[in-house]
């Protein structure tokens, strides 16, 4: 659903994941989040058919919190390696502040939405990347041979889900630190350029 000019989608929006945090999935109405955002019960059906209409938008606003704070922290960068450092660091610090929402929106997703709507989702960061990789690659930072489409879904999905396996699985084994460090090296050994 389209965005609106007078911000009742945001405000719907920001009240959907604050009480959803707060109460749950199954516990929340429609009535609190109206509430919760000051605004009419029929606005919130302008937007989205129902409550569970709100996972995709939630996790899009996520995703876009996450690119939009990547790009800010990376802007001014141009080696591949310190753009992958913001990336770690981006990606753990947000599922650690976000990992209630992320838990909602796989199990939503996961029930009411197939795999071409998170790949619709990710878009935008995909193609980032994507840019990123091939710069790189003229720069011969990385090796020449990759598929960019591939190596970039690749890159976003093991650093979100090493986030993921730390925070929500609780794998603490090893220090926050020394786990990034892994997947960083993890990567720059797969697709460094070796000359």
């Known amino acids: 659903m389209a965005k609106s000019s007078d911000g009742k989608y945001e405000k719907i929006l920001h009240a959907a994941i604050d009480v959803i945090s707060e109460k749950g999935l199954d516990k929340t109405s429609i009535s609190d989040i109206v509430k919760k ?75 009411d939405y197939s795999m071409e709507k998170w790949e619709a989702i990710y878009q935008p960061y995909y193609v980032w990347l994507e840019n990123i990789l091939k710069k790189a690659m003229q720069r011969n930072e990385l090796i020449s041979d990759m598929n ?21 699985s609780q794998s603490q084994d090893d220090g926050i630190e020394v786990f990034k460090m892994e997947v960083f090296n993890f990567i720059k050994r797969s697709i460094s350029n070796p000359s």
């Open 37 to 111: 955002a000051g605004v009419a019960q029929g606005t919130f059906y302008l937007y989205f058919s129902s409550k569970n209409a709100l996972i995709p938008a939630i996790a899009d606003n996520l995703l876009t919190i996450s690119l939009e704070s990547v790009k800010e922290k990376t802007g001014g960068k141009s080696s591949f390696w310190d753009i992958l450092e913001v990336m770690i660091d981006e990606t753990f610090r947000i599922t650690k502040e976000y990992k209630d929402i992320i838990i909602l929106c796989y199990s939503g997703l996961a029930i």
């Open 148 to 168: 960019v489409k591939w190596t970039a879904k690749t890159i976003i999905n093991l650093i979100e889900n090493a986030s993921e396996r730390f925070y929500i």
